[in-house]
């Protein structure tokens, strides 16, 4: 069985188009964030953060206004998955207290016939985030190092910076997305902190793996067909590589929706930021990695990349697969 | 074939090995099992269901069900007791579970400099409280070391260090170095006061780890009362000297336990002495007449007692028994060692001692210790010097008891009993006697505890229930199964056998994916699982990519064997350097995330050799075997 017979689509020729359309997402994302802002997780931020289980359920309002008696009248409050549990998060403070168990008292207090179960707690010292995050741009920015070096010693150095872009594309668009989701979505718990991270370090590792996968293709077919116009050489590769492209990113986005849809809260938003990136990631292989090597050779080395008049986008090659498939 | 046999032996020897790894982890979760079945809750229920309690106050209810509850958990307690070391042994080996799977706090601690420089000090006055004061603004404002602020601050105004630290006599630079000396060895300090206490608070696989100069983490799997390991990291250290009880003494005590707990007739002055019988009984004859004497093990030449670790929990039952506690004297207290003694076999005993209820002195009035090697006989030593009032005290306590010993204990742990040899006068004493350097470091390191301390912050803490870790348990199995099935479908339906041979491809290696992380006792987070289930998703990535190849390479007419020839060896360059790019920013995110994050890339790492291991050997493998056994077309969908 096969889902993509042998296609032989123009995907470079539309390059253009999707730089435009790739733009302007990053744009909106960019514009949102800097309206909205990133919702730090504690993880960055500093400060308190407790997961409760009241049984019966009490109300976000009535918690708030209990909260306000000790003074934390600004804490932020949540549901939390089911709607008897809750998330309420108070900022760092600089003398060191025992915020938590201050919380859980008063709440007690509160409520004194709801049962209260401490489900989760963690407390950041502001140092500690300043770290964190500190350690977390470090991580991303080493291994777009390591990626550069590796991908220019095994292919070109171009190919390294159109990998690098593609990242960066895929990375500026999962954050726009996780900016304006997390803001429309209260469902998702949207929140940069540790394991968004490491999802976006994940989804860095995957757009990665699914550019040299074309790339190995590119440089295979470079070399059968040498003098062969770059372009229709890039054509022909992508679309013999279409349909294992698909195929990959296909299991591990159903793979990741199961995860989003059961894995429960803490995974939600590493799951669904490993959902756009494997999206982005499969798109900006084609038309920002490949893309970018094309317009290099175009506009820096002013390459004649112009195509014959008669001559297909697409290297044609006559295999015996159509050519038995003709004949059934 | 003989190229195919080396494989074969290296896909053989790696499953065996992952069973082996992870033979521990099975074991360990059917004790568990049968610890749960056999303690009370369950069979509480049931009790409990069939005879429903009478309508009474609710305390009444209470007391009844505890009391139940007590006499249900015997079993369990009995069948621990006899499997202690076994259930000890698969636990230690088997995959951990996160603080984020199992619940547990996770506390990460500074060493406050300044609140310690601010101690340490003496003669204390406004000036020294402005200094601080100082002090403290520019290391906040400027992120500066505390130490080098106070030098600055100090040389600024003019003022010698001396006044506030050290001799009197001493300069500047000498009381520097006392200073930093001290600063940097307080991590150590704290680390060993928050070891000890832990290893006695009684955490199952507690771990304590060093981060950066200043920090320590600890993790406390399965706790999560905040206020009382709070008291535990924070409160202070107390050191303190006490006198051993003679050992004649304590062997009639210990016989007239023994008797107790035998059911003979008690006396202290009985003359069945243990060793008189024991060369001739068997070990169950003798567990039976001596219970005391087979937990507490006493060498028979030095007199010094022993408790292996697994009947540690034992004896403290034991001697909290009613009419045990009858026979002991009350100015008796029973102190364990800090450090247990590790046999050949790899069992781990803990020296009993015997102490007088009341300290001699407290460590307060120890002023320093350090380890040295001592010139005459080259051996380790430790020197301790006290100051003038404590000095007066412990010459007239060593006086007194010459040829005696006396234990240094620290938050109720010994870590040392040496012998008094002689009147110390002058505050200044020499311990001997130390396997070796660390054993001498360590001793000094706690020594130093008890006299100055080292204030630590609580700078993050993390602490997850248990009914919260269990929730993600369940949910990480339940999308890693779903996952799972979706992939292992699609691949039997989209390749046919090929798509088969890489189904069990990957449940391989799911299967050597948990053997690696016992072998490294990994420890599986609950990112380690999100890990896990993008593993397997990628992990079809190699397959398909050689499947679509060798697709095309029989669509070029070629025979099946040299398709999957083809297949195989063109997909191969692809499938190594997307792998690779993977595994460096796996290896990346290991280096520079904490905690949580690390265990993910963990998994990541191990998932991806794993998963080229399977995709690539183990089917080419079956392949080969298929053809050789004769097989004309093999069906790739």
Same mark, same amino acid.
């Given at each position: ?328 | ?443 000094? @390191?706690?020594?130093? $505890?008890? +006299?100055?301390? =080292?204030? #630590?912050? &609580?700078? /993050? ?71 896990? @289930?993008?593993?397997? $998703?990628? +992990?079809?990535? =190699?397959? #398909?990519? &050689?499947? /679509? ?84 077309? &093999?069906?790739?969908?």
């Amino acid at each position: 069985m096969r889902f993509f017979p042998r296609t032989n689509v123009d995907f470079i020729g539309k390059r253009h188009k999707w730089y435009t359309v790739s733009a302007s997402l990053i744009l909106i994302g960019l514009v949102t964030m800097a309206i909205r802002g990133l919702n730090y997780g504690i993880d960055f931020k500093g400060g308190t953060e407790l997961t409760l289980s009241f049984t019966p359920a009490v109300s976000v309002g009535e918690v708030r206004s209990s909260m306000n008696k000790i003074g934390h009248g600004d804490a932020e409050i949540k549901t939390f998955g089911s709607t008897n549990q809750l998330l309420i998060r108070v900022k760092a403070s600089e003398q060191e207290e025992n915020t938590s168990q201050q919380i859980m008292n008063q709440l007690k207090q509160s409520f004194p016939d709801t049962r209260i179960v401490l489900l989760q707690d963690n407390k950041i010292g502001p140092q500690i985030g300043q770290e964190l995050r500190r350690d977390a741009v470090i991580a991303i920015f080493y291994s777009l190092i390591a990626i550069l070096i590796y991908v220019s010693l095994r292919f070109q150095f171009i190919y390294a910076v159109g990998a690098v872009v593609a990242l960066f594309h895929d990375v500026l668009i999962t954050l726009g997305a996780v900016a304006i989701c997390g803001w429309l979505i209260p469902w998702l718990n949207l929140q940069i902190d540790q394991t968004m991270v490491a999802a976006f370090l994940t989804l860095v590792g995957y757009s990665m793996n699914d550019t040299v996968v074309i790339f190995d293709r590119i440089r295979e077919n470079l070399k059968i067909y040498k003098g062969e116009n770059l372009i229709r050489v890039m054509n022909r590769s992508i679309n013999d590589t279409l349909s294992r492209t698909i195929i990959t990113s296909g299991t591990a986005f159903a793979v990741l929706l199961v995860l989003l849809i059961f894995g429960g809260e803490v995974t939600r938003g590493f799951a669904f930021a490993m959902l756009v990136g494997v999206i982005t990631g499969t798109y900006s292989s084609i038309y920002v990695a490949s893309a970018i090597v094309v317009d290099y050779n175009v506009y820096v080395k002013k390459a004649d990349l112009k195509l014959g008049e008669k001559q297909s986008p697409v290297l044609e090659i006559e295999r015996p697969y159509e050519v038995a498939a003709k004949r059934a | 074939m003989r190229k195919n046999r080396f494989r074969i032996i290296l896909i053989v020897a790696a499953i065996a090995l992952s069973a082996y790894y992870l033979y521990p982890t099975y074991e360990s979760g059917t004790y568990q099992k049968k610890l749960s079945e056999l303690s009370g809750q369950a069979k509480l229920d049931a009790y409990l269901q069939s005879h429903p309690l009478p309508q009474v106050a609710d305390s009444v209810k209470q007391s009844y069900i505890d009391s139940l509850n007590q006499a249900f958990s015997a079993d369990s307690v009995k069948y621990y007791d006899a499997n202690a070391k076994e259930i000890t042994d698969a636990r230690l080996k088997r995959i951990k579970l996160g603080l984020d799977l199992q619940g547990g706090m996770h506390i990460v601690l500074q060493v406050n400099v300044l609140k310690m420089l601010d101690d340490m000090a003496k003669n204390k006055d406004q000036t020294f409280a402005d200094i601080m004061k100082q002090v403290s603004a520019q290391v906040k404002q400027s992120d500066v070391d505390p130490l080098t602020a106070l030098d600055q601050v100090f040389t600024q105004r003019g003022i010698r260090l001396s006044r506030y630290y050290g001799d009197i006599r001493d300069d500047n630079s000498k009381v520097m170095s006392y200073l930093s000396d001290q600063t940097k060895t307080a991590v150590d300090r704290a680390m060993e006061i928050v070891r000890n206490r832990v290893d006695q608070y009684g955490v199952s696989e507690p771990s304590i780890q060093k981060q950066g100069s200043t920090r320590f983490i600890v993790e406390l799997p399965g706790v999560s009362n905040e206020a009382e390991v709070r008291e535990l990291l924070q409160g202070t250290a107390l050191l303190e000297f006490k006198l051993l009880k003679p050992e004649d003494v304590v062997v009639k005590v210990f016989q007239a336990i023994d008797n107790v707990m035998a059911g003979k007739p008690d006396s202290l002055s009985s003359t069945d002495t243990t060793s008189s019988s024991d060369t001739t009984m068997t070990a169950a004859e003798f567990a039976r007449k001596h219970p005391f004497f087979t937990i507490v093990r006493v060498n028979s030449q030095t007199g010094d007692a022993y408790v292996a670790e697994s009947d540690r929990d034992q004896f403290q039952r034991i001697i909290n028994r009613d009419d045990v506690k009858c026979v002991i004297p009350s100015d008796f207290e029973f102190l364990f060692s800090a450090k247990p003694l590790v046999t050949a076999q790899a069992e781990k005993y803990y020296g009993l001692y015997v102490v007088n209820r009341t300290a001699e002195l407290t460590g307060s009035v120890v002023t320093d210790a350090q380890a040295q090697i001592d010139p005459t006989t080259n051996s380790p030593i430790v020197t301790m010097k006290m100051n003038s009032e404590g000095s007066r005290d412990w010459g007239r306590i060593t006086g007194a008891n010459i040829g005696k010993r006396v234990a240094i204990v620290l938050d109720n742990a010994v870590y040392s009993a040496p012998v008094v040899r002689s009147k110390i006068t002058g505050g200044s004493s020499q311990i001997e006697g130390m396997a070796n350097m660390d054993e001498a470091n360590l001793l000094a @390191i706690v020594l130093r $505890a008890g +006299a100055l301390p =080292a204030p #630590v912050d &609580i700078v /993050e803490e993390r602490n997850v229930g248990p009914s919260l870790g269990e929730d993600s348990i369940r949910n990480g199995v339940t999308s890693g199964m779903i996952g799972l099935a979706l992939i292992v479908l699609f691949m039997g339906f989209y390749y046919r056998t090929g798509g088969l041979m890489a189904d069990f491809a990957l449940l391989i290696n799911i299967f050597f994916i948990l053997g690696v992380l016992a072998a490294f006792h990994g420890t599986l987070t609950l990112p380690g699982i999100a890990g896990m @289930i993008l593993t397997i $998703a990628v +992990a079809v990535d =190699a397959n #398909v990519l &050689i499947y /679509e190849r060798i697709r095309e390479e029989t669509a070029t007419g070629k025979t099946l064997r040299a398709s999957i020839d083809q297949g195989y060896s063109k997909a191969f360059t692809a499938i190594f350097d997307a792998n690779i790019i993977s595994l460096f920013t796996g290896a990346i995110l290991y280096q520079f995330g904490t905690g949580p994050v690390q265990g993910f890339a963990l998994t990541l790492m191990i998932g991806i050799v794993a998963s080229l291991f399977s995709a690539i050997i183990i089917t080419r493998v079956i392949f080969d075997i298929m053809i050789e056994r004769g097989a004309a077309s &093999i069906n790739f969908g």
